[in-house]
């Protein structure tokens, strides 16, 4: 796991569900005061996030509608600009105790610059944290190198350990004898006299420290099974790299559709929402730097409902993507198994959807 992160052993922990884990490293590092209590995050995060944010703002005494600072994009944008977080950051940095951002958003499937975001967080003395659920297994990461606080992941996006499989938590070496677990459990007892049942808790130095229970065997054993699949790829270097030529690919195909609508040409071609003619747009960043396997295709017109039509005629031809309300379609070539042809072949039957809908 370690190596899939960039962290040393120490500073990771494979344990518990991914908003269980938020909440547990929100508990040790967000620590609002009077000057300092806004969280940073961006609009639209997974929801699960925004409750989470939301919810320990309030446990704070805090007002959630001032404490938490979102960042939109730009008026007819889709993605963020990394100006636009730098400039908030900077502006309203006194008053951030956390910046906390996805690395790969979920919805628009744009990859945030995380060392340079953790850096200028840091510059303003705020708590630099990353949910990393579609970032982890899908693009390299450096979490000990970008010198960012924490971090939290599932693993059964681009990790492949199944749904509900046990999630993560990293929290840079530095932390160790500054922040101690808080709320502790057995399982986070030293190795060493954990089975003698000591009445004390002396905890694990580093992440492992926050474990609280034993974890689920089967769990682990599906982790482990896809992390040595990563490990005979080559790890996440060539990953990554058969990742970009697959992406890459069908976007390429994508864009050739008669049904392909470019991004500047939607307000003239879809003044308002709900007419227009059938088609779609990517609404992830098209710089391979800035995206991870993700493409989240926007049925148009929007707010018409043709999105799940669309969906449904994949699904039968075999297309496995992810519906998302309102109007996304995502779609993820996984470069452990999927091909040149996979791609192909979705491009194709995107396509045929739109014909038997007759547009
Ligand atoms: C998938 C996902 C979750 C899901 O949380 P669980 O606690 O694993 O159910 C939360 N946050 C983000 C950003 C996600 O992508």
């Known amino acids: 796991m370690k190596r899939v992160i960039g962290a040393k052993e120490k500073e990771v922990a494979c344990m518990g569900t991914l908003t269980n884990n938020l909440h ?3 508990d040790s590092f967000y ?8 969280i940073l995050c961006e609009a639209k995060a997974f929801p699960s996030d925004q409750y989470a944010f939301a919810s320990q703002v309030r446990a704070h005494g805090l ?11 730009r008026e007819g944008e889709y993605s963020l ?15 951030i105790a956390l910046v906390l951002f996805s690395g790969v958003q979920y919805y628009t499937g744009q990859l945030f610059p995380m060392q340079n975001i953790t850096q200028k967080a840091k510059e303003q003395g705020c708590i630099c944290g990353w949910d990393l659920a579609h970032a982890v297994g899908n693009v390299p990461l450096s979490l000990h190198d970008w010198d960012v606080d924490f971090a ?20 840079h070496e530095k932390w160790n004898n500054i922040q101690l677990p808080k709320f502790a459990g057995w399982w986070g007892h030293e190795l ?42 080559g790890m996440l270097t060539p990953v990554r790299e058969r990742s970009l030529l697959l992406t890459g690919t069908l976007e390429k195909l994508l864009v050739k ?25 990517i609404i992830t960043p098209a710089d391979p730097d800035q995206r991870g396997a993700q493409l989240s295709l926007l049925i148009l017109p929007a707010e018409s409902g043709l999105m799940h039509k669309i969906f449904a005629s994949l699904s039968d ?43």
Request: hydrophobic fraction near 40%; include cysteine; aromatic fraction near 12%.
């Open 192 to 233: 060493s006299t954990r089975f003698q049942m000591p009445p004390t808790f002396s905890p694990i130095a580093g992440a492992q420290g926050f474990q609280q229970s034993n974890p689920c065997i089967l769990a682990l054993a599906s982790l482990l099974g896809s992390l040595r699949v990563f490990k005979e790829a």
């Open 24 to 26: 547990l490293m929100m």
């Open 31 to 38: 620590n609002p005061t009077a000057e300092r209590y806004k």
């Open 152 to 171: 939290v992941w599932c693993t059964y996006k681009y990790l492949n350990s199944g749904p509900g499989g046990i999630a993560g938590i990293f929290m």
């Open 63 to 73: 007002d959630p509608s001032t404490a938490i600072l979102e960042v939109f994009p």
């Open 81 to 95: 600009r990394e100006e636009d977080i730098m400039e908030i950051i900077a502006k309203e940095g006194s008053s």
């Open 317 to 359: 031809y075999g297309v496995i993507g992810d519906e998302r309300e309102p109007d996304v379609i995502r779609l993820a070539p996984n470069p452990l198994y999927n091909t040149i042809h996979d791609c192909e072949q979705a491009a194709q039957y995107l396509e045929q959807a739109f014909k038997l809908i007759g547009a």
């Open 257 to 281: 559709s008669d049904y392909f609508v470019f991004l500047d040409q939607l307000r003239q071609l879809y003044p308002q929402a709900g007419s227009g003619k059938p088609g779609f747009t």
